[in-house]
DNA sequence: CATGAATGAGGTTTCATTCAT
DNA sequence: AATGAATGAAACCTCATTCAT
């Protein structure tokens, strides 16, 4: 018996504990989804005990909603910046976003978060929208407007705006929903890298209108 | 132990079993995913009791996975006959393809079917293989052997066939997702019968060798 | 391991069963009231296991509320009994009327039922009026009848009869309310047959007419 | 231990202590009974914090007792001057008695109080034998006294005046009862003004010595 | 084979109580 | 003396699984 051992049994870490639980119970629904997810399980990873996290949130599920809403609200930000950050021929962004996209979703969780969502939208079908307005939408958005004003000069060819960013990003969204899905290190999707460079090429030549000059790509 | 108990990991096994159990139990996993769904609803839907679903199947796990591997066997003769049914210039087929799909899937259980594998590949990331293996692959397959013939052939353009099957069907996976995920006739997703004539378009300007004109590459 | 110690587990009593639990459920309830009761108790005094409580019945209150109607039930036939059963003088009726509530009430568990009732009065109002409108108004409307009969035959002075009843039962009503609260054999609260004897004397006394006929007692 | 220690079971001890602590926790424990009652409901009714009240009382237990006792406390007051300030014949103590009751006891908690102290009983016999021992004996002695000295003059029947104390205040505990467990105005339960003058009458006749005159009231 | 009553482990939630601040 | 975050022991309830019928 130490007299030295003079450890609190637990500090009080109100401003701390929400992110915390939040942190763990990202990882515990990413890992198991809503209904195979035991709250134990999160208090556990978040340093404290299965009560403690009824101070924070009333119920599961209310834990669920907070988690993935902070989550997107992350992405926003990043979505934000992207938007303005940008104003330029579409023939020069595309390469640029996908390869910034091939880099920055591998290592991030956002694909992990995407699956989530989409897993749990038939429970959630409120979270999907959220997700989809605030996140996928304005995603889209941006480049819809790009292409629109790229149309508007002549530069890409007509056609729906928003089946053009379908034809711009779709392979990449497969792909990381691919690598998220199969065990990660396998041969079986492609690299992103080389999707990107050689898909950006694809699809620009298939959008741009061919004008006698061949240095669009 | 015989020796010729060579059993393939994915057989079709217990065919004689009821059809019954397994639509219903597709029909409750989709719905619920696999940890949220209940036995009761399944035999319930079956016509059946609770208890009788253990004559079949001893666990919930192995109803699910003979559940999702039935599904999937569905899908292998489609892919099988599209294998065979085409043989012709890409120019041709990736229209129809599209087309296909965009039809085809609209009514299908596919992407339900897809939606519930990714949900659980991190609890059976087995059967997010097998599904990978026997009708992701394949269906890949399929079209990156006719890129390969067409490379060889002059008409589309070099570059890993992988990644420009990817540039083809991406954009359609996408859209299917969407139109999964964001319940209902909701205007958020494209529409998918234009996505596929336009993408298709689109793509194929993009992989074509351009005769005559010098911006090949 | 004696071979033939091939005792089940368990028996399907499906039958028994209701009875059983609603019996059990009695006990406990009148011993600790509703929240403070225990379904492991509960089941534990029925032979069975928590989770079988929910075979029968939904919820905790669910189980409570077929607990008391059963038990009201019960003392329905009696009442229907001593309704039939007594035409005659109220002079007559009155003294073997509570000492009939004096010998009988004193074993059943009608008080402790009563009490019970009382105590969630605030929490299940529809049992307390289900327990007066079936119970306490019938027995209240049989005796109320009687003494209207007798005013109008020139018995019983004039006055609401629904107060003479109370003038006539509400010391049997108060003594089996001590009897109940107060510890048993305590000398606290008076002796119910001297009690029904002696308060019988007084209240006929005070409700007959006085004729010349000093016999009334 | 100091010999001198001789605390009494129910002194006035704790006056200190915050009156609308008692006064919540009475008004939550009288709604909800003992362990349905939450320390959070009693601590936000008075003004304070959870926590707090564990500054005052150890246990939930203890605060009950303490409500109790304290509430117990004030009726005594009430019943120590009616037992000095009635000095005369039953005959006129009677009326003016259950006039009383009838009029103060609608207004005052006791019913509740009652109501709470008859529900808990199981769990607190020896809150109920206080409640008896200082509040409903004392009250029953003042009347049987009155009643012994009234026998000794002759003016009322013989008998066990505590019985004959039943027969007076007993239709009247009952209708108070009633009133309890019969939320609001229901006209289930007889008015009490009425059934204090018709049984004030009734029991008067039932229980005096008739003089050379029948009518005696 | 089929049934469905019964089980029992485990999950979510509540709340009296403790204790660092 | 007061606070309220944190605890932890149940409590209610669910449901995959077993087994007598």
Redesign the interface.
């Known amino acids: 018996m130490d007299v030295t051992d003079n450890k609190p049994k637990w500090s009080r870490r109100k401003e701390a504990r929400p992110t915390e639980i939040i942190e763990a119970a990202l990882h515990v629904f990413?890992?198991?989804?809503?209904?195979?997810a035991k709250l134990d399980d999160v208090a556990k990873r978040a340093g404290i005990v299965k009560g403690t996290l009824y101070r924070y949130y009333d119920t599961k599920e209310d834990l669920f909603r907070a988690v993935v809403q902070v989550a997107l609200e992350g992405h926003l930000q990043g979505i934000e910046q992207a938007t303005t950050a940008f104003r330029g021929a579409l023939g020069e962004l595309v390469p640029v976003l996908l390869r910034r996209v091939a880099e920055g979703m591998g290592e991030s969780r956002v694909p992990a978060l995407a699956?989530l969502?989409?897993?749990?939208?038939?429970?959630f079908?409120d979270l999907?929208?959220i997700w989809?307005d605030n996140v996928v939408?304005k995603m889209l958005m941006l480049l819809t407007g790009l292409i629109a004003e790229a149309q508007a000069r002549g530069e890409v060819?007509p056609?729906?705006p928003?089946?053009?960013a379908?034809?711009i990003?779709?392979?990449?969204?497969?792909?990381l929903?691919?690598h998220?899905?199969?065990?990660t290190d396998s041969n079986?999707a492609?690299d992103l890298g080389?999707?990107a460079r050689?898909?950006a090429?694809?699809?620009?030549?298939?959008?741009m209108v061919?004008s006698g000059d061949?240095s669009?790509?």
Chains 1, 2, 3, 4 share one sequence.
């Open positions: 990413i890992e198991h989804g809503f209904s195979a699956r969502v989409i897993s749990e939208s038939r429970s079908p999907a929208r989809h939408a060819r056609g729906d928003t089946v053009h379908f034809s990003i779709g392979p990449m969204v497969m792909a929903l691919f998220e899905v199969l065990d079986h492609p080389t999707l050689q898909h090429e694809t699809v620009l030549r298939g959008l061919a061949p669009v790509l």
